[in-house]
């Protein structure tokens, strides 16, 4: 990583070589403010499984995922994360690009 930088319990990460970042944060935070939320990319909701004993995972692409995780935090059906991740670049990543990253993740 070429840098990163915390502040409390969020981590926000430049990959050296790529104009993207990588944004970590808890689900409590998840008002605190990064301009590249905004943007289109893929992100992670991460949380303990039914049992407690794995993480459970859902990954999804929004064209804003400050708005897309905003819904989540509301959404009943996904109340099991308590963290998430984000990627994106700092100009967004287009459809095809965040569908693609999607794909070989998921």
């Known amino acids: 990583m ?3 930088v ?5 981590l926000i990460s430049r990959i050296e070589g790529w104009a993207g970042r990588i944004l970590a944060s808890p689900r409590k935070e998840i008002g605190w403010h990064d301009e590249m939320l905004g ?3 893929v992100y992670f909701l991460i949380g303990p499984d039914n049992n407690g004993n ?3 995972v859902y990954v999804g692409q929004a064209g804003n995922i400050r708005d897309r995780l905003t819904r989540h935090n509301n959404d009943s059906n996904k109340d099991f994360w308590d ?4 990627i ?3 100009s967004g990543l287009d459809a095809d690009q965040a569908g693609y990253l999607e794909s070989q993740i998921a």
């Open 39 to 41: 943007n289109r990319g």
């Open 54 to 56: 794995r993480n459970r």
């Open 6 to 10: 915390t502040e409390q319990s969020r």
């Open 88 to 90: 994106t670049s700092c």
């Open 2 to 4: 070429d840098d990163a």
């Open 83 to 86: 963290r998430f991740i984000a």
